[in-house]
């Protein structure tokens, strides 16, 4: 099935700085997620989107739903050490049960 | 509140021999499950996917399996392991919010063929 095309594949930045990766598609999405992934460990689900337009906040991070539906990104502010990991992007194409597209992720560094 | 769970967490199998995964989730019921393949640096590759008991599809072509004997219970199965089945093996499960999936994944199974 189509994927994701999210951006940058990974980023190495300073602790305090802020962070913006992103995703895009070709098609209308109705639904984003944004996840952040541990190594060894599964997903877990961060933000939750479901309007175009829509701009939510959890802790230090925001994501927005574009106002196309073919976009959503993800800043995370004032970055820290925990913050690294890999961001996974997921949109629902549509209301059928196996259609949850992903992003290849982005991969966070966070330098002391 | 819901949980997932997954095991083994890690497991090391010769090529040709059997493989069973086992996921299943707490604190709801009648949930969509799915199996997930993480390749090391890649995307989430969906193998299969069950809406309620019995009920399977399979969305690529392989040597595994899936079965859902009962209503939290997912299992993945394959009769001879490939070297190419090595990966990272998560379950998830899906739920309706409002009109909207959210959609949660258990702690994963680190498989290594060998």
């Known amino acids: 099935g189509q994927q994701l095309n999210q951006s940058p594949q990974s980023m190495f930045i300073q602790e305090g700085e802020d962070v913006s990766m992103n995703c895009t598609s070709s098609?209308?999405?109705?639904?984003w997620l944004w996840y952040k992934q541990d190594p060894g460990e599964g997903p877990v689900l961060l933000i939750a989107?479901?309007?175009?337009?829509e701009l939510t906040s959890n802790g230090r991070l925001t994501a927005q739903f574009g106002i196309t539906r073919k976009d959503s990104f993800l800043n995370i502010s004032a970055s820290i050490p925990s913050d690294v990991g890999i961001y996974f992007c997921a949109g629902q194409l549509t209301y059928n049960n196996n259609d949850m597209r992903f992003g290849a992720g982005t991969r966070l560094t966070v330098k002391p | 509140s819901q949980t997932i769970h997954q095991w083994p967490a890690t497991l090391v199998q010769p090529v040709g021999s059997p493989l069973s995964l086992e996921c299943t989730v707490e604190g709801t019921s009648n949930p969509n499950l799915y199996w997930y393949r993480q390749a090391a640096g890649r995307g989430l590759q969906l193998l299969f996917y069950?809406?309620?008991?019995?009920?399977i599809s399979s969305e690529v072509p392989q040597n595994l399996s899936a079965s859902r004997p009962q209503d939290r219970q997912f299992i993945l199965s394959s009769k001879k392991l490939l070297l190419s089945d090595s990966g990272f093996y998560l379950c998830a499960w899906r739920t309706l919010a409002g009109r909207s999936y959210e959609q949660y994944f258990g702690p994963g199974t680190r498989l290594t063929v060998t």
């Open positions: 989107l479901y309007k175009a337009g």
């Open positions: 098609s209308i999405f109705n639904t």
């Open positions: 069950s809406v309620g008991i019995g009920q």
